[in-house]
């Protein structure tokens, strides 16, 4: 069974900092992408950034370049979303989703993507 866990979540002042993680089990985290997408209140569900498999390759939207850092560690199941510099547009609920096409390159588009954490809220305010 296919679970992905997201956690490190909270509420911090803008120009802080948060280091998200998504805990994944059911499948082998070395063969597989893994994104991670927010959804602020009204507003549609956007890539954020992303991590292949195949080459260790990233992705990252514009809006979160140079300050959101992804990585991955295959042996402990988990990615993680590093994320300084942090601004009020950033709050939202953050998920991560792995794609189930083995080696496949990551993009930051929500259709590529089979499996979705329950997502943690992120509020950047002070």
């Known amino acids: 069974q296919v679970q992905l866990v997201e956690s490190g979540g909270g509420l911090v002042q803008p120009g802080g900092s948060l280091r998200l993680s998504c805990a994944t089990s059911g499948f082998t985290l070395d063969y597989i992408a893994i994104g991670w997408f927010r959804q602020a209140p009204g507003k549609e569900r956007e890539g954020v950034s992303c991590?292949?498999?195949?080459?260790?390759?990233?992705y990252y939207a514009d809006s979160v370049k140079g300050r959101f850092t992804i990585s991955r560690d295959n042996a402990k199941n988990t990615v993680y979303l590093q994320m300084n510099s942090l601004k009020p547009e950033d709050t939202a609920v953050y998920y991560c989703?792995?794609?189930?096409?083995?080696?496949?390159?990551?993009?930051?588009?929500?259709?590529?993507?089979?499996?979705w954490g329950q997502g943690t809220q992120v509020t950047v305010s002070s």
């Open positions: 991590t292949s498999s195949s080459d260790n390759s990233t």
């Open positions: 989703a792995a794609d189930d096409q083995l080696f496949r390159l990551c993009r930051l588009n929500t259709g590529r993507y089979d499996y």
